[in-house]
């Protein structure tokens, strides 16, 4: 099987690329990704795989998207703009990468006639109070990068039924393990304590996430791509759901840090409270479950930041200090 892979040189993205090559070592795969926030090369300089190539190009690229689709069986359309808080501060690179990159690609395998997975997040759904969204669930979406990833989905879901397109969407909770941008609250943390930094919790820190594994993520998008049914979506959810603090102590208590290093700052607007998935049709349709819990997925992850010392070097110092959607 021949796969484009869009953001491969992110966090999931890349991740992706080295659990398919595993399972699947004569799959080939071309990773385009334009290099913006997120990406590491270090992420998959270790990669040996002759069936993996790597194309340096922006996803809005219409011509450069239609050559690599025409070459390839599906796509995984990974590029975005991820973070929350650079949505806030600037939102127009979040409407060009995760809407017309989304449109360009979809143009290109309506054309070609190819499969695409399009990867989208439980923040479409917004905050919930006790309930779990299940893939009919309305869109609520409170930050610019959920309301481009809730878009993405509308655009997506609309070349399914007007052009009967072989889409299908994929929404996961937050992702945690190796290989991801230390702007993010894990890996941040982890880089933060080890230097006995003060690390920032945003209001209260009581805000509630659903935390998955990222290599359990991945293998059920593989799953989705090879058996998963077109014009479907399939939400994907780790069933840990923990709040900011509690994870931070976490943390700290594995690493064997004071609690003192939390720092307690302004909270960002629009904080949602509490994001959670319903992911039965996956479990039922597909037979995917998580397979790593949390205690031992944090404490493998942990082992990674605090080891591989040379992926940082690609890590920004800009990246490592901005704490906030306010210092940007
Ligand atoms: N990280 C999570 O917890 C999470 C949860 C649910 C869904 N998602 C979704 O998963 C996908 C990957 O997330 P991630 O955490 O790996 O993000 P990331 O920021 O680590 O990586 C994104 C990658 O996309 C590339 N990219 C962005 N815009 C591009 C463009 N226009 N052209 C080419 N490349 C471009 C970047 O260079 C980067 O390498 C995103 O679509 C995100 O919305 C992430």
């Known amino acids: 099987m021949k796969i484009l892979v869009t953001g491969g040189l992110g966090f999931i993205g890349s991740n992706f690329i080295q659990h398919t090559f595993e399972e699947h070592q004569d799959f080939r795969i071309t990773n385009i990704d334009a290099c913006l926030p997120g990406s590491n090369p270090n992420n998959l300089s270790d990669l040996k795989n002759k069936n993996y190539e790597y194309v340096k190009g922006n996803i809005t690229n219409k011509k450069l998207i239609e050559k690599l689709v025409l070459k390839s069986d599906?796509?995984?359309?990974?590029?975005?703009?991820?973070?929350?808080?650079?949505?806030?501060?600037?939102?127009?690179?979040?409407?060009?990468?995760?809407?017309?990159?989304?449109?360009?690609?979809?143009e290109a395998i309506r054309k070609h006639?190819?499969?695409?997975?399009?990867?989208?997040?439980?923040?479409?759904?917004?905050?919930?109070?006790?309930?779990?969204?299940?893939?009919?669930?309305p869109f609520n979406p409170s930050s610019p990068y959920a309301a481009s990833k809730a878009s993405a989905e509308a655009l997506a879901k609309s070349y399914v039924t007007t052009y009967d397109c072989d889409v299908i969407i994929t929404r996961c909770t937050n992702n945690y393990g190796p290989r991801q941008s230390p702007e993010k609250l894990i890996p941040k943390t982890i880089l933060y304590a080890e230097k006995n930094k003060k690390i920032p919790v945003y209001g209260t820190g009581k805000n509630i996430r659903d935390w998955i594994f990222v290599l359990d993520h991945c293998d059920a998008i593989l799953r989705v791509l090879l058996k998963g049914k077109k014009g479907e979506s399939y939400n994907i959810a780790g069933q840990n759901e923990i709040d900011n603090l509690t994870i931070i102590k976490k943390i700290l208590?594995?690493?064997?840090?004071?609690?003192?290093?939390?720092?307690?700052?302004?909270?960002?607007?629009?904080?949602?409270?509490?994001?959670?998935?319903?992911?039965?049709?996956?479990?039922?349709?597909?037979?995917?479950?998580?397979?790593?819990?949390?205690?031992?997925?944090?404490?493998?992850?942990?082992?990674?930041?605090?080891?591989?010392?040379?992926?940082?070097?690609?890590v920004s110092s800009s990246d490592m200090t901005k704490t906030s959607w306010k210092t940007r």
């Open 74 to 106: 599906a796509v995984i359309n990974f590029a975005a703009e991820s973070h929350v808080d650079r949505s806030i501060s600037d939102p127009r690179p979040f409407i060009d990468s995760n809407i017309i990159g989304a449109y360009t690609i979809l």
């Open 113 to 137: 006639k190819k499969r695409l997975i399009q990867i989208s997040t439980d923040e479409v759904f917004g905050s919930l109070k006790s309930n779990s969204a299940d893939e009919g669930f």
């Open 253 to 314: 208590d594995i690493m064997k840090k004071p609690k003192e290093l939390i720092q307690f700052t302004k909270d960002r607007p629009g904080h949602d409270f509490r994001y959670s998935l319903n992911s039965r049709k996956i479990y039922r349709e597909l037979g995917w479950k998580p397979a790593h819990d949390f205690e031992s997925g944090l404490e493998h992850t942990i082992e990674w930041y605090t080891k591989n010392k040379a992926w940082r070097k690609n």
